[in-house]
């Protein structure tokens, strides 16, 4: 698989705060890499990172080979898309919402007619484009959002904890979603979850952090079989205290 | 006549004077609506930048700026027309635009009275959308000025409350203008009441120096202009505000 992203002893941190350290990693174009961890380690900061969201405070984030991604943001940030915990929502219509990435590309408006209806068919919200996005319940606002991140076909697509607070129904139609996109859009996917299972479910490699340590990255397999690090298979079987 | 009776026949012939389209009412009600509406367009047209400004934009002195603009919020609009009239008469430092007693400098006026008001309700707008949807915008791809319309577009309904009530505080405004227009009607009459024409007499002047003079027939048929203005405002705002 071609490399996506080449992480090199990147840190951050926050004024005194190290929150990342250390952090070396590849991520190959395809493949769903998840962060997983306890809350508070930070998997949300490492996606803000990769997103370019923010800056490394020391290292290197080499993205699709181009070392000087960090100073072309814009453009590289265009080759992305990111889903947070909670989707914010323009408090504008559906079809609004999921056509604002392809508008602020200047697509043309039959394009964005059709590619908003396809991303809506994906997301199972075909129907809903008048309706107010904030009428939405949680879990199709959730989805929502979806439409609107993979609407204009993103290199790379990084969810944040994207089924924390939505009820089991919900969480299994994102997580097939999720495998939707992955073989219809071949799109790279990152996600940071702290759910165990559901990583077990749609993840290829995993990476776990502790205290901004990537302490064992790993196939899927291997990780929940048989770890390297004692900590991971700590965290993996619940022993971790934290 | 009992007080009843006075005010119910000031109020008859108040309704007589407007619905006649009385011409010295109605060139009153013209130089309001054109004195505070121009100084609301021109303060709207400094205020919602200046608002994004602060909003978006790091630059020394800002913090300064804020407590000006907070300050203007509660300025005393006679120490406005002072200070207005200070700066325009002949000997002031800009004598030379000669626009004392004139639409212009009570549109000036007006403008430093609104300006920091629009741009403090319209600062509370944009401060109210939240985070996540400017970062929402950078992570679909969007630069810093898709941000910032993005940015406008949430806040919309908040900052066109702020832009109705800087009209609403212009329309209903007395001391400043009264010092730097000086409530000035053509001479003659007009429609059988008051003077000639407005020049610089707005509704909320015309009814102080009409009731001085005992006219409460005109000044009634005025207030109820002026409150009607005022109210149609408000409802306005209050139907923005709610759909924000």
Known sequence: ?242 | MSTADFLVQGIIKAFELIFSLNPYIMSITGVSIRVSGTATLLATLTAIPLAFAISFVHFRGKQALITLVNTGMGLPPVFVGLFVFLMIVPVGPFGFLNIVYTKEAMILAQYILITPIITGISLAAIKAVPKLIIETVYTLGGTEKDAAFATLREARFGIITAVLAGLGRALAEVGAILIVGGNIARTGSVGGIGEGLSETRTLTTAITSETSKGDISTSIALGIILISLVLSVNILANYFQRRD
Request: aromatic share 8%; glycine share 6%; with cysteine.
């Open chain 1, 1 to 242: 698989m071609e490399e996506l992203y080449r992480i090199e002893d990147l840190s951050k941190s926050f004024g005194n705060k190290k929150v990342l350290q250390n952090i070396n990693l590849k991520i190959f174009t395809g493949e769903i890499f998840a962060f997983m961890g306890p809350s508070g380690v930070g998997k949300t900061t490492m996606l803000r990172l990769l997103n370019l969201l923010e800056m490394p405070t020391t290292g290197k984030l080499i993205f699709n080979g181009n070392d000087n991604a960090i100073l072309q943001k814009n453009n590289v940030m265009r080759r992305m898309s990111m889903l947070f915990q909670r989707p914010a929502i323009f408090n504008t219509s559906v079809f609004n919402n999921v056509a604002y990435g392809l508008v602020i590309r200047r697509v043309d408006k039959k394009t964005i007619e059709k590619k908003v209806i396809d991303a809506l068919a994906i997301v199972g919200l075909a129907g809903c484009e008048n309706q107010k996005a904030l009428t939405l319940s949680g879990g199709e606002a959730q989805r929502m959002a979806f439409a609107r991140a993979i609407v204009f076909k993103p290199d790379v697509l990084l969810l944040d904890e994207p089924t924390a607070n939505l009820d089991p129904a919900n969480v299994a139609k994102i997580e097939e979603i999720i495998r939707k996109i992955r073989s219809e859009l071949s799109t790279t996917i990152i996600m940071a979850s702290h759910n165990i299972y559901q990583v077990r479910r749609l993840a290829d490699r995993v990476g776990i952090l502790l205290n901004g340590e990537l302490i064992e990255v790993n196939t899927k397999e291997q990780m929940f079989t048989n770890p390297n690090d004692a900590r991971s298979y700590a965290f993996i079987n619940g022993e971790f205290i934290y």
